[in-house]
């Protein structure tokens, strides 16, 4: 690229880029699977990943509440930019896939809800160049929610029967030792620099009052693995030290979701818990770590975006975000770590947010969502029916 192109492309760094006309909708992956308007909900792409140069999407609704509920098993579904084509992978014996990761050349998919008696919870690893093996061998596990590694472990954040765990596997998978972590349920995994924490959610003032006095004088929202051995609750981190400069943080529960690691910072999405198992996203914040101190900051996006998901690709990061008063998606980046200074990518008109994306080569993929607004007095006509759609934007357009 030569000064010129450079400083073009600066420029319209500088004031985005419309790339509404350029937008390509390449199809439905879930419209077979999930055909009818009572189905739809269930037809959101809650990820997506990149592997073996093909593109994998988790559908499927594993909330007990709302529309289509327990939805499953769920057809992991590709997409091969080299021939066009989608393509079922496999089954997934789940109600939903909501977590793909990709690590040391394997993808890795927890069962976020077996469809089987829960006896054991389910674990699913696809290895280069061969098909999906499932592991059914985490007893009483009922829910699979993120996956996490270090120190050739292998670490799964789960709901249990009696409450909230911790699995851990030194053999990729074939045994596990579990941690119970007293009540509720482990969400997620929060890696900062060397140290790793297992999050469970932040009470609201209701779950709170709900709680019997004995529960609340041994609950804790965070554990942090110390000593390679174990997970050590904190009965001091709350709500407000993931979530400074934010308000409004009693009447729901909230969680973190999302998270990515870039050099010696940490960042990801707080979010309300929504609809059972789902979130709706209320900031963006990182995290760092000097000693035992944990320093977090707040993303400076305006109020009216709400970011989905968080995509790192090299030492780029990207923010994909929805402004619901002009019906466009934004995608935010930034370089090298400097969560400072996002700045806008590119923009798109749509009737609905966009909930996950991906970068493969010089394009973006999209997935369009849909959600409402009380998984107990729900309308169907407020989930869009542009929910699943999967869209491409190639960056080339953009200097062209």
């Keep these: 690229m030569n000064k010129l192109l450079l400083l073009l492309f600066a420029v319209t760094l500088l004031f985005s880029y419309d790339a509404t006309t350029k937008i390509k909708l390449l199809g439905e992956p879930y419209k077979l699977v999930y055909e009818t308007k009572k189905n739809l909900y269930a037809k959101n792409i809650w990820d997506m990943a990149i592997f073996e140069n093909k593109i994998y999407f988790g559908a499927g609704n594993s909330s007990n509440e709302g529309p289509t509920q327990n939805a499953g098993p769920v057809p992991l579904i590709?997409?091969?930019?080299?021939?066009?084509?989608?393509?079922?992978?496999?089954?997934?014996?789940?109600?939903?896939?909501?977590?793909?990761?990709?690590?040391?050349?394997?993808?890795?998919?927890?069962?976020?809800?077996?469809?089987?008696?829960?006896?054991?919870?389910?674990?699913?690893?696809?290895?280069?160049?061969?098909?999906?093996?499932?592991?059914?061998?985490?007893?009483?596990?009922?829910?699979?929610?993120?996956?996490?590694?270090?120190?050739?472990?292998?670490?799964?954040?789960?709901?249990?029967?009696?409450?909230?765990?911790?699995?851990?596997?030194?053999?990729?998978?074939?045994?596990?030792?579990?941690?119970?972590?007293?009540?509720?349920?482990?969400?997620?995994?929060?890696?900062?620099?060397?140290r790793l924490f297992a999050i469970k959610h932040f009470p609201s003032s209701s779950d709170l009052q709900k709680m019997s006095q004995s529960n609340k004088n041994f609950f804790?929202?965070?554990?942090?693995?110390?000593?390679?051995?174990?997970?050590?609750?904190?009965?001091?981190?709350?709500?407000?030290d993931f979530f400074p400069k934010t308000t409004d943080l009693k009447d729901k529960s909230r969680k973190i979701v999302r998270s990515a690691k870039m050099n010696d910072k940490t960042i990801y999405i707080g979010a309300y818990a929504h609809n059972d198992h789902q979130f709706e996203p209320f900031g963006v914040y990182y995290i760092s770590s000097a000693g035992k101190n944990l320093d977090v900051k707040k993303i400076a996006l305006s109020n009216q975006y709400k970011v989905w998901d968080i995509l790192k690709k090299e030492n780029t990061l990207y923010l994909l975000a929805y402004d619901e008063s002009k019906k466009e998606v934004k995608v935010f980046f930034t370089k090298n770590g400097d969560f400072e200074s996002f700045k806008e990518y590119f923009s798109f008109k749509s009737e609905t947010f966009a909930r996950s994306f991906e970068l493969f080569e010089d394009k973006f993929y999209f997935s369009l969502g849909g959600e409402f607004k009380d998984s107990k007095n729900f309308s169907y006509d407020e989930i869009s029916e542009d929910i699943g759609k999967v869209l491409q934007f190639d960056t080339k357009n953009i200097t062209n």
Aim: proline residues 2%; hydrophobic residues 35%; aromatic residues 14%.
């Design 220 to 240: 804790f929202s965070v554990a942090e693995y110390e000593n390679n051995r174990e997970f050590v609750p904190n009965y001091k981190l709350n709500a407000q």
């Design 78 to 194: 590709s997409y091969n930019p080299t021939t066009n084509e989608f393509k079922t992978e496999a089954i997934i014996q789940d109600e939903q896939i909501d977590v793909i990761k990709i690590f040391n050349n394997k993808m890795y998919i927890p069962g976020h809800d077996a469809r089987e008696n829960w006896d054991f919870a389910n674990f699913y690893i696809k290895e280069s160049n061969q098909s999906v093996k499932k592991y059914r061998n985490i007893k009483d596990g009922l829910h699979v929610y993120d996956v996490a590694f270090r120190d050739n472990k292998i670490f799964l954040a789960l709901g249990v029967r009696n409450g909230a765990a911790v699995a851990i596997s030194t053999d990729n998978a074939q045994n596990w030792e579990i941690q119970k972590l007293n009540h509720y349920r482990v969400n997620s995994f929060l890696e900062v620099g060397n």
